[in-house]
């Protein structure tokens, strides 16, 4: 090709391998009517050992398993209770699955109690993942179907549960991040007949106090010798005693243990026939084991008041009363008393009768009189209407006896056919 003035570039490219390096140019330049031959050499790298980019492998399930909706709605209703739900820590809102052995582990902690509950389930892959708590509870319990498959893979770190034709994809949470219970090893346990701890929970965890400011009245005191096993509790304005002798023999204990973890206690033991309950306790903590549930939970630190100076040695008036009769005057007079400036009832005991009556200045008035048997003086006295009803709930006996002193002395309230049980409360002074 010739073009006047112009310039015509012609490029060779050769690459035959030479000791694993070479790739020549060459390259002629011509610009007529002179031509002028320039060689340039590019050294290039090759080697034919590189090996072949590997295929990419496709993501694997990190665990799969199928169980029953019946025994994973339960064990996910068990453990809820101690899944966070104010937290600055997102980890604490899930629940913690671990599968192996044809057993699915569930976990749940919010740092101050602990709940583990082990079920059957067909596992296919052994993992661990972390869900979350609300989303996942709502879910097992309107899924359809008997049978729930749960798996999970590395692809998006979601979560797949499949029940009959419903499918939902969860995120998953960190696993790594959830902080795993792990049981208390201790040599100092007791058993007790999980009807027995229950009782004594029902009976006394009521007069607890809500001041956190206060932590030695938020929980109960529960103490054991030899043969007898008692729960105390009081927010200083009442006190609530019950006692129960055990025939198998028990350790010398006094712990102090929060209201929270008890109430969520009496609340899981349901079983139809009495079973062991197994309490271990090492320094600050505290850890009841049945069935396939296992609760952990911190005491509360402190000395607890000494209660036996607390209940008045005897009382100068005695009444029998219908406590059904009396919770249900209570109750409708306490419509006027439910304002807490105005929550107090006034009980003038006769010798035949009790007046009950409540005076709200915003609201109006209330009166009622219930019949009852009366033994010494007669008394006026005031109570917070709220420390006398939640007895009267927890009394299981027809009959109680009311012990009376002064109209500003402790009172005591007792079923008639339970001396194990007695609840001491404090008038209220009114003009």
Excluded at 184 to 197: E, Q
Excluded at 266 to 286: C, F, G, H
């Amino acid at each position: 090709m010739c073009i006047t003035h112009g310039i015509v570039i012609y490029i060779l490219f050769t690459l035959p391998p030479v000791d694993n390096y070479v790739s020549t140019a060459l390259i002629n330049i011509l610009t007529g009517p002179t031509t002028i031959t320039t060689t340039f050499y590019i050294l290039t790298t090759y080697n034919n050992n590189i090996p072949p980019t590997p295929k990419t492998e496709p993501e694997v399930d990190v665990m799969k398993i199928f169980c029953s909706k019946e025994l994973l709605n339960q064990a996910v209703q068990t453990v809820q209770k101690a899944v966070a739900t104010k937290t600055q820590l997102p980890i604490l809102t899930g629940i913690y699955l671990a599968a192996n052995d044809n057993k699915l582990e569930l976990h749940a902690t919010d740092y101050e109690i602990g709940i583990k509950c082990i079920i059957d389930a067909q596992v296919e892959i052994p993992g661990t993942v972390v869900i979350s708590g609300r989303y996942f509870q709502e879910m097992v319990r309107k899924l359809p179907g008997d049978t729930i498959e749960i798996s999970s893979s590395t692809e998006d770190r979601t979560i797949k549960i499949t029940a009959n034709s419903a499918q939902f994809n969860l995120l998953s949470l960190p696993v790594e991040e959830f902080p795993v219970l792990k049981q208390l090893t201790s040599d100092s346990f007791m058993i007790v007949k999980d009807n027995v701890l229950k009782e004594l929970i029902k009976k006394t965890v009521f007069a607890c106090a809500n001041d956190e400011a206060r932590p030695i009245f938020t929980g109960c005191l529960l103490e054991s010798n030899e043969k007898d096993i008692k729960m105390v509790a009081t927010n200083t304005h009442r006190l609530a005693l019950k006692k129960d002798s055990s025939e198998q023999s028990l350790n010398n204990l006094k712990m102090i243990i929060p209201a929270k973890i008890l109430h969520e206690l009496a609340r899981i033991m349901n079983s139809e026939t009495p079973i062991d309950i197994k309490i271990y306790w090492l320094k600050n903590q505290v850890a009841f084991e049945f069935e396939n549930i296992y609760i952990i939970s911190r005491l509360i630190e402190g000395q607890f008041p000494d209660y036996n100076k607390v209940i008045p040695p005897s009382f100068a008036t005695n009444v029998l009363i219908n406590t059904k009769q009396l919770l249900d005057a209570v109750e409708r007079v306490a419509l006027m008393a439910r304002d807490n400036d105005y929550n107090v009832i006034k009980l003038a005991f006769k010798t035949d009768s009790i007046t009950i009556t409540s005076n709200n200045p915003d609201i109006g008035k209330a009166c009622e009189v219930v019949d009852a048997a009366l033994e010494g003086n007669e008394v006026d006295i005031a109570f917070n209407v709220k420390y006398i009803s939640d007895i009267l709930k927890n009394i299981d006996s027809e009959n109680l006896k009311f012990s009376l002193n002064t109209p500003l002395s402790p009172a005591s309230i007792r079923p008639i056919d339970d001396e194990n049980y007695i609840y001491i409360v404090t008038p209220v002074r009114t003009n």
